[in-house]
């Protein structure tokens, strides 16, 4: 019968016209333009699309955005100096640190300045702290693992009780994810590169996420018959038939997957979109908090 695809752009076209009637409302009865400001540093050309894309969302729902460039060999300072201009600034509701960044900033340090009511893409150590302890939740999670769990609540995936095998361990997707996962009441299976026997491990989930930048490298031999995948990988590879010479694939090998697994989400047009689109809501949300409680 073959799987159900998970089609996370009519998802994230859904949920932004949501945002959007948010921030039309925000702006008619208080008068607010939520912004979000983005630091890009250096000279990498995926970090500075994905900036572009960032601002082309925001401006499809009625979100100001703003966007301080460094240079690649801006120092420590540079960026730190960066965002305390956008800590101060009472316009700017949320804050963005495009990553990587330059081999020479310390990475962590720089995501320590970020203001916590700011920091809607979750990435300061304290939120990232806040996720990992039972009974607490941070005010923004990570963007990227926060639309895997809205993809899997509208596909209707129980996720308590089901083993969860995650792929990938980057404090970006898959150490987030993991922890959000396991606060969901899934059991959770935390696989890497040094992890023995993977296919083993694959093939027990009832949930799999797929977040390796391994190009095709889950096969569908490995999966159980009716496995909900969600396939975070973004892979470029050569394909003389396409007409650029190479095209978007992710870490499954989706045409053959999709005949075994119950649910599976494309690549492109699955987690992308949803990535987006859980930052516009936490900047929405950030403009909404910095009102106070009742608004």
């Known amino acids: 019968m073959g799987a159900r695809i998970l089609d996370g752009r009519a998802l994230a076209q859904r949920l932004q016209a949501e945002i959007a009637e948010g921030v039309a409302r925000l702006r008619q009865e208080h008068g607010l333009a939520p912004r979000l400001a ?4 250096g000279d990498d050309p995926a970090s500075a699309q994905y900036v572009r894309m960032k601002r082309r969302a925001c401006e499809r729902v009625g979100i100001e955005s703003q966007t301080q460039e460094l240079n690649a060999d801006s ?11 956008f800590n101060a600034d009472p316009a700017v509701h949320g804050i963005l640190v495009q990553l990587p960044l330059p081999p020479q900033i310390d990475e962590q340090k720089a995501l320590a300045q970020v203001s ?6 979750g990435f300061h150590p304290l939120h990232v702290g806040q996720l990992a302890m039972k009974g ?22 129980c996720l308590a009780g ?3 095998v995650v792929l990938g361990r980057s404090n970006i997707v898959g150490l987030p994810l993991a922890l959000m996962l396991q606060k969901a009441d899934a059991t959770v299976t935390l696989c890497h590169s040094h992890t023995r026997d993977l296919p083993a491990l694959v093939r027990q989930a009832d949930v799999l996420i797929a977040a390796l930048g391994q190009p095709l ?14 396939d975070v990988g973004t892979n470029r590879i050569e394909d003389p038939s396409s007409e650029r010479g190479w095209r978007w694939v992710g870490d499954v090998d989706f045409e053959r997957a999709r005949r075994v697994a119950g649910a599976i989400s494309r690549v492109p047009g699955g987690v992308g979109p949803m990535t987006i689109t859980m930052l516009l809501r936490h900047t929405l949300l950030a403009a909404q908090r910095s009102l106070g409680p009742h608004v």
Do not use: C, N, Y
Request: zero cysteines.
């Open 38 to 41: 983005a630091l890009l540093a």
């Open 75 to 85: 120092d420590q300072r540079a960026v730190e100096r960066a965002l305390r201009v």
């Open 116 to 121: 916590l009511a700011k920091d809607v893409d």
């Open 136 to 157: 607490r939740e941070p005010a923004f999670a990570p963007a990227t693992p926060s639309g895997v769990m809205v993809m899997l609540k509208d596909a209707g995936v």
């Open 162 to 164: 089901a083993h969860a």
């Open 217 to 230: 490298f889950v096969k569908a031999e490995w999966l159980k018959p009716g496995v909900a995948i969600i």
